[in-house]
């Protein structure tokens, strides 16, 4: 790859407006961009002197429509060590599949953040080892709404849970911490699901996705008239969920003078639109969601204490991966299980080598990173279940498993699986299931068959054919 200052990125895409910002997001670290308008030109591009300096291309899927694949495939043919992200309005899990058999270092669903378009172009990018199953895609399968959705027993995530489900039913505020990718947004949409708000307006405002000129505007609304550019009326998101519950990602990105207006519009439950003389009385929950813990920010004087105050009737901190390291196998299962049933994806099983493999890492992009590793790993998988081998970047950057010095997942006891992939025998897997059980029971040979659910002289004899001491 070409140096910081010399990188070059080849745009796709016919939209003068999103050309021009995805030009200027990509400028502020050392890009540069050319722009082209259709597939002819991109793939004539390739072949030139410019085109040979490329270090990434975007193309929305616009341009070339149902032909996006078969484009991303013949960039991929000329140029495969050359990554390519797609850009899309599509929510079709289907779509993301194709895309990246086709050879898509990663699929990004319209309207993308511009933090979310630059950390793409960074994973994709980046000179460091290959980690190129561990790019967090976005998620591609719908949220599930609901607290029994939500997979884990590790004690911390399910006191978070708790907690959330008891402050779900009433109408106060809410304040939910937790690293980028630990399930802040499925816990939001649960609450909302269990609230009794939930046939009211909801609406999540992503803090750091909307440019700061026009944060205001969006959450207060304004006047038409009321700052140049200001053409028609706008009713804001505090307005528009009059009733209903306001979601504010990142609000730890929030402006001092923006947290300012914030308190006056909770403290007083009016909302007053920018240029307007009068404001609108408004009832509605918020909910606050931060990656940091407010109370450091506001330590530093970066947050106010007394929006944080408002906020945090209620706080939730939901717990890193990395401290929930016995929830893996779980999650991993819940995912594999969701995964096969998208369109052009079946149902997998994965074998205890695999799940080892992935509980020996630290997950720094949490259960959201987990979910596009499995993902990532399903799509390119041509057995009927996920081995080890079919994570190689995840294994080299965790090296030798016995040296990882890594938490290891402990097995459920009994394998499924041959370490390639194929089921073992019926024969194997009862003898292990035997085994287990009278190690479980110590020997009580009356309560093994008890709760194996046969009797004692049938299982005299099944130790016997299959050749099983008996350990009484």
Partial sequence: MADAEERLLMLIDDEPAQSRLITALAAREGWRTLVVDDAEKAIATLGTRQGMQLSAIVLDQWVPGDQACELIAEFKERRPALPVLMLTASTSPLLAVEAMRAGATDYLVKPVAPEQ?????????????????????????PATLDFDAMVGTAPKFRDALAKAAKAARGHGNLLIEGESGTGKEMLVRAIYAASP???????????????????????????????????????????????????????????????????????????????????????????????LPLADLVATGHFRKELLELLARTTVTLPPLRERHSDISALTRH????????????????TDDAVKLLAAFDWPGNVRQLQAVLFRAAVFCDGDALT????????????????????????AGVQIYESD????????????????????????????ARRLGIGRSTLYRKLGDLGIENAA
């Fill in 388 to 411: 080890a081998h079919d994570f190689p970047q995840l294994s080299n950057i965790i090296g030798d498993m016995a040296d990882a010095g890594q938490p290891m997942m402990e097995s």
């Fill in 335 to 350: 995912f594999l299980h969701r995964i096969g049933d998208q369109p052009g994806l079946r149902q997998l099983g994965i």
């Fill in 197 to 291: 708000r939930t046939k009211a307006p909801f609406k999540i405002v992503n803090i750091a996705g909307v440019p700061a000129s026009s944060l205001e505007s969006v959450l207060f609304g304004h006047e038409k008239g009321s700052f140049p550019g200001a053409f028609e009326q706008q009713v804001g998101a505090i307005q528009n969920c009059d009733g209903g519950t306001l979601v504010l990602d990142e609000v730890d990105r929030l402006s001092v003078e923006l947290q300012d207006r914030l308190i006056e519009a909770i403290e007083n439950k009016r909302c007053r639109p920018i240029g307007a003389r009068h404001s609108f009385k408004v009832d509605l929950r918020f909910i606050g969601a931060s990656n």
């Fill in 421 to 448: 992939g194929n089921l073992r025998s019926l024969e194997d897997i009862e003898a292990d299931v035997i085994r287990l059980a009278i190690g479980h029971y110590r020997g009580r040979m009356t309560e093994v």
């Fill in 117 to 141: 378009l630059m950390q793409a172009l960074r994973n994709a990018t980046t000179r460091e080892a290959p980690r190129d199953e561990l790019i967090p895609l976005t998620e591609k399968m």
